[in-house]
């Protein structure tokens, strides 16, 4: 079972910063593509957008919304990804969701593509 856990969220002020950090852990894992999406008030349950995301060589892929404001990065040693976010505004609040795919398994590896359980980001004065 692969379990993914997100800290940091919380309230911020507008143009303030926020890090986010997910750790991901199990048995015999080999991860791949890592990032985060995030669900804004009021969407329906399953929608969500990417954020960013970032492959175990580092490069990154951004939603047109946050580039240039949000930094994605990741320890590979520590199957952690982080998100760095920076001016932020009252658009960026939202339940922002980790995820994580790749395979878990030593003799006969499976795909697992797996969301955390979301921390909240609230932009407010």
């Known amino acids: 079972q692969v379990q993914l856990v997100e800290s940091g969220g919380g309230l911020v002020q507008p143009g303030g910063s926020l890090r986010l950090s997910c750790a991901a852990s199990g048995s015999a894992l080999k991860i791949n593509d890592m990032g985060w999406y995030r669900q804004h008030p009021g969407w329906h349950r399953d929608q969500r957008e990417l954020v960013a995301s970032i492959t175990p060589s580092g490069s990154t892929n951004y939603g047109d919304s946050v580039k240039g404001r949000f930094t994605i990065s990741r320890d590979n040693a520590k199957n952690t990804v982080y998100l760095q976010m920076d001016s932020v505004k009252p658009e960026d609040t939202a339940v922002y969701y980790c995820?994580?795919?790749?395979?878990?398994?030593?003799?006969?590896?499976?795909?697992?593509?797996?969301y955390g359980q979301g921390t909240q980001v609230t932009v407010s004065s």
């Open positions: 995820k994580a795919d790749g395979l878990q398994g030593s003799d006969w590896p499976t795909v697992f593509s797996t």
